[in-house]
C-alpha cells in the first residue's frame, strides 16, 4: 500500500520564477493538505483540497494556488517566488470527515530553495 | 497561532521512559490533540492522539489530564532513533475538515 508520494524531491528556483508541486495521497484517502515548513520551524497549513476545491486556507497570499484531480492528487503552484518561499513544503492525505480517526499522513516533502 | 506549547528540548538516557509535556490550555471541548515527530526534516510521523481518555498504541502512550489543558507523550523504552523533533497539536475542526496547527517542537535527544 503506497503512502503519500511527492515530486519532485528537490527544486531550486530564482526570484519572480513559478513552480508547481505534485502530490498522490495515501490509497483510499480523498483529502489533501499543503503545509510549509521554513528551516528551524514547525509547518504552517496551507490549505486543503476535497472534491477537487479549496475547502480551507491558512494565512497565505494569492500567489498560493492549487488544484485537486479526480484521482485525488494534488498540485500545489507558487507563482513570483520570493527568497522567504524558500521551505519544505509538505502534502498530507486524509479521508475527509470530522471524526476522531481520520489522522492525516505526510509525504516525504519536496525542498524548494529560491536564489 | 499554536494552540500548544512545549519545551524546546529534552534528553533521555536510551532504554529509559521519554516524557514529553505539553501545554494546550485554550483547547476547545471538540478538538483532538494529536502527536506527530519529525525526523531530519523528513515528513512528519504519526503517533498518537485522543479526545480525552488515555490512549495507547505499539509506538506510545497519550496521558490527557483530566481537564485537557495539557498532556504527556510517553515512549516507554527510548532508543536512538527516537531522536527527533516531536510535536504536539491540536486539531483544528473547520467546515469542510481540519487542519493541524503545529508548534515549535520538542527537540528529543535519547543519548546512549
Known amino acids: 500500500d503506497a503512502g503519500v508520494t511527492q515530486s519532485p524531491t528537490h527544486l531550486i528556483k530564482t526570484r519572480g520564477q513559478q513552480v508547481t508541486l505534485r502530490c498522490s495521497p495515501k490509497?483510499?484517502?480523498?483529502?489533501v493538505s499543503w503545509y510549509q515548513q521554513a528551516l528551524g520551524q514547525g509547518p504552517q497549513f496551507i490549505f486543503q483540497y476535497y472534491e477537487e476545491e479549496e475547502r480551507q486556507r491558512g494565512n497565505f497570499p494569492d500567489r498560493f494556488s492549487g488544484h485537486q484531480f479526480p484521482n485525488y492528487s494534488s498540485e500545489l503552484n507558487v507563482n513570483a517566488l520570493l527568497l522567504g518561499d524558500s521551505a519544505l513544503y509538505l502534502c498530507?492525505?486524509?479521508?475527509?470527515?470530522?471524526?476522531?480517526?481520520?489522522?492525516?499522513?505526510f509525504g516525504p516533502g519536496t525542498r524548494l530553495t529560491v536564489l | 497561532d499554536a494552540k500548544t506549547t512545549q519545551p524546546p528540548s529534552m534528553d533521555c538516557a536510551e532504554g529509559r521512559a521519554a516524557n514529553l509535556p505539553c501545554n494546550h490550555s485554550t483547547i476547545s471541548g471538540n478538538e483532538y490533540v494529536y502527536w506527530y515527530r519529525q525526523i531530519h526534516s523528513q515528513g512528519p510521523q504519526y503517533i498518537i492522539h485522543g479526545l480525552k481518555n488515555n490512549e495507547t498504541n505499539e509506538m506510545a502512550s497519550l496521558i490527557i489530564t483530566e481537564d485537557r489543558k495539557s498532556s504527556t507523550l510517553i515512549l516507554p523504552h527510548a532508543t536512538l532513533r527516537d531522536t527527533a523533533v516531536y510535536y504536539c497539536?491540536?486539531?483544528?475542526?473547520?467546515?469542510?475538515?481540519?487542519?493541524?496547527?503545529f508548534g515549535a517542537g520538542t527537540i528529543l535527544r535519547v543519548k546512549s
Open positions: 497539536i491540536v486539531r483544528v475542526l473547520m467546515e469542510y475538515g481540519n487542519k493541524l496547527v
Open positions: 498530507a492525505s486524509s479521508l475527509r470527515g470530522l471524526a476522531g480517526n481520520n489522522e492525516q499522513f
Open positions: 490509497s483510499g484517502h480523498d483529502t
